[in-house]
């Protein structure tokens, strides 16, 4: 669930070569990510400098995060061409910026979310709330990976009534920073948030507080669940051949099974089902794989480029050769301009037509994929 998106003012000098940094950047955070939930990285000079950091909070199994990472940063490019953005998903975050901002605790970009959902209507709630949020947030600073968590109750609760908190600084920051960051979040959340909100979030620029009556924070299950219980998304496997009509038949599913809207938990068009469902199924490349199939995209493999992004040839581990499009992220429409063409290919007939392999939306970048047939021309890729 995206909980804010905050997008800079100011537009970058040349949005060309500053995507160009932007790619790189997500490229080197994605690596560290998907490795140890967190990195932090920069890449370009000058005006084309792009810094950038992702963090995982640690309740997160490591399947989730990577599939935070995806939502995350398929959502930020919508950002581009301003400067610096920043997006909260429930369970990460991911930054970029024109300046070196990995140190700082808070800005102005802070802020704060609570949920419809009412709490218990007692002066007990409120207490046992914001008494754990203090003590999470006191203790997140000097514990492992600046995060911690817990639970409470009283007696004079409702019978079996609960509530949790955590508190996650980025490992950017050191213990200083990290107090002064939570500190402030705590402050935000309890004085706008208890005692009428269910859930509430404390959004900072180097930090996350959050407390729910529902436990958010246990271990993930075998297998990559858990992580959030606050939405429960339905995964779909698809086990058969990669083709164009099966990604048509995901968009159908998550057009159909999409949750409704809310305040808090609003994932705007739906994009962590589709991610979730593609990576599950076997439409999904790794995007390393494809980096390595196609030689980090050399330019002695690139193909041609279009309107919608430039083509790579590239050889599979199983001696395949196919051709992999990088779609340009300088658009707002990401969603609509991927399943648009896919929709396109799928619905074209044509002997000389290339079959659609799959894509990948898990990296810093998205990715489709086809066969290769060496007598087509370039503009079945390119359309």
């Known amino acids: 669930a995206i909980l804010d998106t905050v997008c800079g003012s100011r537009q970058a000098a040349d949005p060309e070569s500053f995507d160009v940094s932007f790619v790189n950047t997500l490229e080197l955070i994605y690596q560290n990510v998907t490795r ?79 949920s419809n959902d009412t709490a218990p209507a007692t002066p007990a709630f409120a207490a046992a709330a914001a008494a754990l949020v203090r003590n999470v947030t006191a203790t997140a600073p000097g514990a492992r990976g600046y995060y911690y968590a817990g639970s409470a109750s009283a007696s004079a609760m409702p019978t079996g009534a609960r509530v949790y908190a955590a508190a996650q600084c980025w490992r950017s920051l050191n213990a200083t920073a990290c107090t002064a960051c939570t500190e402030s979040a705590r402050d935000r959340v309890v004085r706008q948030c208890l005692p009428g909100a269910a859930e509430g979030y404390g959004l900072n620029a180097g930090c996350v507080v959050r407390y729910s009556t529902q436990p958010f924070y246990l271990p993930a299950k075998a297998g990559g669940g858990g992580g959030s219980s606050t939405r429960h998304i339905i995964i779909i496997v698809f086990a058969s051949v990669l083709s164009a009509m099966a990604v048509i038949g995901i968009v159908f599913i998550w057009t159909r099974m999409r949750p409704r809207r809310d305040d808090l938990h609003d994932d705007m068009d739906g994009s962590g089902e589709i991610i979730r469902t593609i990576m ?104």
């Open 36 to 114: 140890s939930g967190f990195g932090a990285a920069s890449s370009g000079s000058g005006n084309f400098s792009v810094f950038g950091l992702g963090q995982c909070l640690a309740y997160l199994s490591p399947t989730d995060c990577q599939l935070c990472y995806a939502q995350s940063r398929v959502k930020l490019p919508h950002c581009l061409p301003a400067d610096g953005g920043r997006i909260y998903v429930d369970g990460c975050f991911l930054r970029y910026g024109a300046g070196n901002f990995t140190a700082a605790a808070t800005d102005a970009g802070d802020t704060f979310l609570c």
């Open 280 to 383: 599950s199924s076997q439409l999904g490349f790794r995007y390393e794989e494809l980096r390595k199939a196609t030689d980090d995209f050399n330019q002695i493999n690139k193909l041609g480029q279009g309107g919608y992004g430039s083509v790579y040839k590239g050889v599979l581990p199983d001696g395949r050769e196919i051709a992999v499009k990088r779609l340009y992220l300088n658009t707002r429409q990401w969603t609509d301009q991927f399943f648009n063409e896919v929709k396109l290919v799928s619905q074209v007939q044509h002997k000389n037509l290339v079959k659609l392999l799959g894509c990948s939306v898990e990296g810093p970048e998205s990715l489709l994929v086809y066969e290769y047939l060496c007598n087509t021309s370039l503009d079945h890729y390119l359309f």
